[in-house]
């Protein structure tokens, strides 16, 4: 049932001990880079006089554009002929960050990804379909080495030829997938057209879904669709990629390695911590990473940490699903909204297909939303007033959850575009 029992399931005190031991060494590492020992030296940072986990707050936070400032060498602390691979982040907003990893790096990565992995049941016997991008992209050799080290067969089909991917899962009888949510919707699609019925057709069980936001109801529709036990996987680049925080069987959050990264939640406008319930910003500080440490690293993720402790026994701290990026969250009419909340809507309307793009328009010094989804095919077999009847229905539940007024426009399945890696759900046309 566990990966490793003593490290996941060791008592609160035997954890803090283990973090602050790895916290320490983890300092007098980090002043090796350019970058710390300048930051440290700014900031009187002392690794010797950090005496309990909660010194940590006095550290200072490391930032995305600290790590693009000091592209690409600055923030390494071990001889170049150390590291064996980078690793770099997709680089949507502006110049991409690099993370070096040297050998044990590697392999406490992969050790991190099969103990996810195994935490929902993946066994030996399974068959590992991996149909995410391979490259620079974490996603891709992140969960390949964490299968292999698992022992499972692990195919490494990568993303793309939708077609392909599906003989290859009926030819070698993939039990487990791993992909991002967007592509999960996408490969229903061409199920549906080419006919294949994955409950019956398919061995599918368990799905991981990860690398993008998504809400709830996305994951129901895959475990519905594909007949599978699907799980949420969270993880970023500069804290190696996949194998951050995961969810165990209990569906109830995601369990974030604390042996690992050690986690503290702040508001993102005054900086200061926030308590377990409370949603801000995560902030991760890397605890056994030897060619890159980082320090405070925000996410620009807004989560929270769920009270209480889980069922399964781990001890690890539950984050709750990710809402979406500080960057991310739209303003209209003076109402905050994150693109995950509207898919949420959304997608519990059971006439509404995969795929959805949110418009910003500036209409009339206004800023409005329009909202493009693509339905199922067979809505548009129904006469103009059934359809009318329908945009209505999506607009006054659109309207109930954002508490704006959305204009819904019905599109024909696949016709929205469709990015090559992580979808782009909003389009802004006000610039
Ligand atoms: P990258 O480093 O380019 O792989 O991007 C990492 C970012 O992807 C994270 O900081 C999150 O914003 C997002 N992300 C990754 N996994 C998830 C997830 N399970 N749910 C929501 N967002 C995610
Ligand atoms: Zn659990």
Not at 50 to 72: G, N, S
Not at 100 to 110: G, K, L
């Amino acid at each position: 049932m566990y990966w490793n029992q003593d490290l996941e399931t060791m008592s609160p005190e035997a954890l803090s001990a283990l973090q602050l031991g790895r916290l320490r060494r983890t300092l007098f590492q980090a002043v090796e880079s350019p970058h710390y020992s300048k930051v440290f030296a700014e900031n009187g940072v002392k690794p010797d006089r950090i005496e309990t986990i909660a010194d940590v707050h006095r550290l200072p936070y490391t930032t995305k554009e600290d790590l693009r400032d000091q592209f690409p060498y600055g923030l390494l602390c071990v001889d170049q002929k150390e590291i064996i691979r980078l690793h770099s982040s997709s680089g949507t907003s502006g110049q991409a960050t690099v993370v070096f990893h040297s050998r044990s790096d590697i392999e406490n990565w992969a050790d991190l990804v099969s103990r996810c992995m195994y935490m929902t049941g993946v066994r030996q016997d399974d068959v590992f379909q991996n149909l995410t991008g391979y490259g620079l992209f974490t996603g891709g050799l992140g969960f390949h080495y964490g299968g292999e080290r698992l022992g499972t067969l692990t195919i490494p089909s990568g993303t793309g030829n939708t077609k392909r991917q599906i003989l290859l899962m009926q030819q070698f009888g993939t039990t487990v997938i791993h992909l991002i949510p967007s592509y999960a919707m996408r490969l229903m699609q061409v199920m549906e057209d080419m006919g294949v019925n994955p409950r019956r057709d398919l061995k599918l069980r368990i799905a991981f879904l990860g690398a993008e936001p998504h809400s709830e109801e996305i994951r129901q529709r895959v475990e519905r669709y594909f007949g599978v036990e699907a799980f949420n996987s969270y993880g970023l680049s500069e804290m190696n990629g996949p194998g951050v925080a995961f969810e165990c069987p209990e569906k109830e959050g995601m369990h974030i390695w604390e042996d690992a990264f050690l986690v503290e939640i702040i508001d993102p406008d005054t900086l200061e911590p926030l308590p377990p319930g409370e949603e801000g910003e995560l902030v991760l500080t890397t605890l056994s990473r030897e060619a890159m440490p980082i320090i405070r690293y925000r996410t620009n993720d807004l989560t929270r940490i769920l009270p209480g402790k889980c069922r399964c026994g781990r001890v690890h701290s539950r984050l709750d699903r990710i809402i979406g990026r500080t960057d991310d969250m739209l303003i209209i009419k003076g109402v905050n909204i994150f693109p995950v909340q509207v898919e949420q809507a959304l997608m519990e309307i059971p006439e509404v297909g995969q795929n959805y793009l949110i418009i910003l328009e500036r209409v009339d010094e206004m800023d409005t939303m329009r909202l493009q989804v693509e339905m199922r095919a067979d809505i548009f077999q129904e006469d103009m007033r059934h359809l009318k009847k329908l945009q209505n229905k999506i607009t006054r539940e659109l309207r109930n959850e954002l508490l704006v007024t959305p204009k819904v426009e019905l599109v024909q399945p696949n016709t929205l575009p469709r990015s090559q890696g992580k979808a782009v759900r909003v389009e802004d046309r006000r610039k």
